[in-house]
């Protein structure tokens, strides 16, 4: 027959020792138990956690999301990934991404805190775009520049630089 095997001290060794926030709630969304990686990352110890809805954690810009997310995981078991800002205990929000997956009436997800990556990721963003500036106004001042070395400001007509230019060009075709 079937051998039952109580491995709940595993299980709890196994959430204690794991890197990642590791959590399962209801299909509702009220944590049932979270790992000690919440406590590091946002600033909850897990009791306070516990019976908690995850919700409470969302950033209001992040809830209409959230909620299409929640409906997708209660409708089938798949697994779903995302990135949702959470409120930490001090108040600040912390970039998580999540990966979670229904399966028997539960909710089982694990975070990642990529708060720092996407910081970094929009400076680069901003820098990419600054540069893309930069480069336009530099060929906008070449051109001023090319024309001022090649056409006379009073007349408009080229003038000896440019002429000098282009008959070295001729002769050395």
């Not at 969302?58 to 990934?81: C, F, G, T, Y």
Request: hydrophobic share 40%; glycine share 4%.
């Amino acid at each position: 027959g079937l051998v039952y095997i109580d491995i709940s001290q595993e299980v709890e060794f196994f959430l204690s020792v794991n890197l990642d926030m590791l959590c399962v709630t209801t299909i509702d969304g009220n944590f049932l138990k979270v790992n000690h990686a919440f406590e590091e990352v946002l600033g909850y110890p897990a009791q306070e956690l516990e019976g908690q809805n995850f919700f409470v954690l969302v950033h209001r810009e992040d809830k209409k999301a959230m909620l299409k997310i929640a409906r997708q995981l209660a409708a089938k078991p798949a697994v779903v990934s995302f990135v949702i800002r959470c409120r930490c205990k001090n108040g600040r929000y912390k970039h998580l991404e999540w990966r979670s997956r229904s399966w028997g009436g539960y909710i089982y997800a694990s975070a990642r805190d990529i708060t720092e990556k996407t910081r970094l990721e929009r400076k680069l963003r901003r820098a990419n775009e600054e540069l893309t500036e930069l480069t336009k106004h530099l060929q906008a001042s070449n051109a001023k520049l090319e024309q001022m070395a090649n056409v006379d400001e009073l007349t408009g007509a080229y003038n000896r630089h440019f002429f000098d230019r282009q008959i070295s060009a001729c002769m050395s075709r």
